[in-house]
C-alpha cells in the first residue's frame, strides 16, 4: 500500500509538473518576419511570440526537400546519417528504428497527438505518420488535403485554374474550408478537450501548416495586407553566366500551373518576368499573414496554461 501510495504520488508530481508542449511546423516557410529584419512581413502573432521567446539566427534547414528535412528534423539525425534524400524511404525499414522527438514524449508520460503535416505523408513515413510509434491516437489530415492541386483558383475570365497564385472566397472552395483551417479547427477542438479533461498526462501537440507551400491559396483578404508597391526585387535575379547547369533548379513544380505555362518561359534557363516574380513575393508573403493569422488563434487558446511553444519549418 505505501509502494502504491508513493507511486501515485510521483505520477501525480510529474503530471503536475511537467509542461504541455505545442509544436508548430510551417511548410517551406522562410525567416520573411521583422525579427528577422524582413520589412514586408505582416505577422504580428509570431513578432510577439518572438519578443518572449529564444529566436535563432543561426539555424540552417537540413534539406531542400519535405521528406528529408522532416525526417532529419523529428528524428535528430543529419542527412547524411540517414542516408535519406528523397520521399520514399522510410527509415525504421531502411536506415534504423531510430526514436524521434514525439515517440520520446510518449514514451516519458505525455500523450502525443499530430495534425496537418508534422511527417511527410506517405511511403516517407510508412503511410502512417510513423504510428504508433510517435503517437498516441491516429493522425489527423485535413480532407481538403484532396483539393490542393485541384483547378480552384479564379483567372480574369472567370474560368477556373491550377494556378499558382490562388487567393480564393472560402465559400466557393470544396467543402467551404481550406486545409489548414481545418487543421486549425482540429487543434482548437483537442485543447478544448484538453481543458475540460481529468486526464492528468501532459501532452505534446504537433501542428503542421501547408502555406505558405505552393500554390498560394489562401483567403483572398490577405492579399490586401500587402500592395505590390512595396515588393521588391532582390539585388541579384539573374543567373549567372558561369553557373554549371547541374546547379540550376529549373522549378518543374511551378512550371506545371497554368497561370505560370501562360508566360511561355523558355526550359530550362529562361527568366519568369519581372512583374510576375514581384507577384510571387507578394503572394508568399500573404500566405505568410495567413498561417500567422491562424497560429495566433492556437497561442490564444493556451494564454496562461504551462506550455511551452515551438514553432519551426522544414525549410525555406
Not at 224 to 246: D, E, F, G, Q, T
Amino acid at each position: 500500500m505505501n509502494l502504491f501510495l508513493i507511486f501515485l504520488c510521483d505520477f501525480l508530481i510529474v503530471a503536475v509538473c511537467k509542461p504541455n508542449v505545442l509544436f508548430l511546423i510551417v511548410d517551406d516557410l522562410r525567416p520573411n518576419f521583422k525579427f528577422y529584419g524582413y520589412e514586408n512581413a505582416v505577422a504580428p502573432n509570431l513578432d510577439n511570440l518572438a519578443k518572449k521567446s529564444f529566436v535563432f539566427k543561426s539555424a540552417f534547414c537540413q534539406q531542400a526537400l519535405c521528406a528529408p528535412s522532416r525526417n532529419s528534423l523529428l528524428t535528430g539525425r543529419r542527412p547524411d546519417s540517414l542516408h535519406l534524400y528523397d520521399f520514399y524511404s522510410y527509415w525504421r525499414n531502411n536506415v534504423g528504428n531510430f526514436t524521434t522527438i514525439p515517440q520520446l514524449f510518449k514514451e516519458n508520460g505525455y500523450i502525443t497527438h499530430s495534425i496537418g503535416k508534422v511527417f511527410h505523408p506517405g511511403i516517407s513515413s510508412n503511410f502512417s505518420d510513423d504510428m504508433p510509434y510517435s503517437w498516441s491516437n491516429k493522425p489527423f489530415h485535413p480532407k481538403t488535403e484532396a483539393f490542393k492541386d485541384a483547378k480552384v483558383c479564379i483567372n480574369p475570365d472567370g474560368s477556373l485554374g491550377r494556378n499558382l497564385l490562388c487567393p480564393v472566397r472560402i465559400s466557393d472552395q470544396p467543402e467551404e474550408t481550406l486545409p489548414d483551417l481545418e487543421s486549425l479547427s482540429a487543434a482548437l477542438d483537442f485543447l478544448e478537450y484538453r481543458s475540460n479533461s481529468s486526464e492528468l498526462l501532459p501532452y505534446f501537440l504537433a501542428v503542421g501548416f501547408h502555406k505558405p507551400h505552393i500554390p498560394f491559396k489562401f483567403p483572398v483578404k490577405y492579399l490586401n495586407l500587402h500592395p505590390i508597391s512595396k515588393v521588391k526585387l532582390p539585388a541579384n535575379h539573374w543567373r549567372s553566366y558561369s553557373l554549371p547547369p547541374v546547379a540550376w533548379n529549373p522549378w518543374l513544380d511551378i512550371r506545371k500551373r497554368d497561370d505560370v505555362m501562360k508566360l511561355n518561359v523558355s526550359f530550362p534557363f529562361g527568366r519568369i518576368p519581372d512583374f510576375f516574380m514581384k507577384r510571387i513575393i507578394q503572394y508568399y508573403d500573404a500566405s505568410v499573414t495567413y498561417i500567422d493569422d491562424l497560429i495566433g488563434e492556437i497561442l490564444r487558446k493556451i494564454e496562461g496554461t504551462n506550455t511551452i511553444v515551438v514553432v519551426t519549418s522544414d525549410h525555406g
